[in-house]
């Protein structure tokens, strides 16, 4: 869990629980978050913006993961 913590400023519960509170689609969230980069490494906070672009990119990978497993298993309904 530390590591986690160093890597997102989070732990990875609270990664699970932002998606699951996210209101719109997820490549939406992850651009939040990238804004939430530039806005506080505007302010010279590049540890917090670094944290923020690691939560972007595990935004995007778990968007990546769900739309192959789709993939996976529509093609696995075709072949059946």
Not at 44 to 62: C, H, M, S, Y
């Amino acid at each position: 869990m530390e590591n986690e913590i160093k890597m997102y400023g989070c732990t990875k519960a609270d990664l699970i629980e932002m998606l699951e509170d996210s209101i719109g689609s997820y490549e939406m969230l992850a651009m939040g978050i990238m804004s939430d980069a530039q806005h506080v490494m505007a302010h010279g906070d590049t540890e917090t913006a670094r944290q923020f672009i690691n939560k972007a990119k595990w935004v995007l990978q778990q968007t990546m993961k769900a739309k192959f497993i789709d993939t996976v298993l529509r093609l696995d309904e075709k072949a059946a």
